[in-house]
């Protein structure tokens, strides 16, 4: 079956533009995190939804991130007046419930910004 | 707070052999997992094997193993048998489970080199 998707797989923006991130999960899962790699790191958690709505949004690094589920499924992560810092790897993952061990990542959006 | 620590940045085994990837813990929480997954030069994480805080027993899945000591906040992986494709990065990972849900947060990961 389908795995996650991630669209666009690179993105070269300038500083100061808006970009969106979009992640179709695996269908069915309810569960759905966007996470971000930097280089040389460590995947970081930004945000979980549960079914449509933002259960925790706690590692939003600003106001400038936002991200939605309006139907429960495609996910679409949002920045506004991008920053040289939010170059990285931008990863969606999801699962079958919010306990589901397993969760399904897709390849990355690199995101650039010069 | 959770805190994850790798402090092994690079590895090398040669094929067929068993190597060992250290990983140690920090949490206030009683309830909790541990993760490692594997993550090729395509980009995309591969979960590998799951350790519930209260699983006495040591997880296994084919030749993964989970080598968790309690006391001692120690959740190591050990790889039997080598093979060419193995090498990767590696990270582990833990999630409070009294949230409902696994937010993951990862170590800083270990490069595995697997020589022929």
């Known amino acids: 079956g389908a795995g996650v998707s991630q669209t666009p797989s690179n993105k070269v923006t300038e500083k100061g533009k808006y970009v969106e991130l979009r992640c179709d999960p695996i269908?069915?899962?309810?569960?759905l995190y966007w996470y971000r790699q930097s280089l040389g790191q460590g995947p970081e958690f930004l945000i979980y939804?549960?079914?449509?709505?933002?259960?925790?949004d706690s590692g939003l690094p600003n106001d400038r991130f936002f991200a939605v589920r309006p139907e429960g499924s495609v996910s679409t992560l949002k920045i506004q007046r991008t920053e040289r810092g939010d170059s990285a790897v931008y990863l969606c993952?999801?699962?079958?419930?919010?306990?589901?061990?397993?969760?399904?990542f897709g390849p990355g959006t690199r995101l650039t910004v010069l | 707070a959770q805190k994850i620590t790798q402090t092994q940045p690079g590895m090398f085994v040669q094929e067929k052999e068993a190597v060992t990837l250290d990983c140690t813990y920090d949490?206030?929480?009683?309830?909790?997992?541990l993760f490692w997954y594997k993550q090729p030069s395509s980009g995309e994480m591969i979960f590998l094997i799951y350790q519930g805080s209260y699983d006495e027993q040591n997880a296994t899945e084919g030749r993964y193993t989970l080598n968790f000591q309690k006391a001692r906040k120690s959740a190591n992986l050990v790889i039997s048998a080598s093979q060419l494709g193995d090498s990767a990065m590696y990270f582990c990972?833990?999630?409070?489970?009294?949230?409902?849900?696994?937010?993951?947060?990862f170590g800083a990961g270990t490069r595995l080199a697997v020589h022929p």
């Open positions: 990972a833990m999630s409070s489970l009294s949230g409902g849900y696994n937010k993951l947060i």
């Open positions: 269908s069915g899962h309810t569960a």
């Open positions: 993952a999801s699962s079958l419930t919010g306990l589901n061990n397993e969760q399904f």
């Open positions: 949490t206030s929480d009683q309830s909790y997992g």
């Open positions: 939804f549960q079914g449509t709505g933002a259960a925790d």
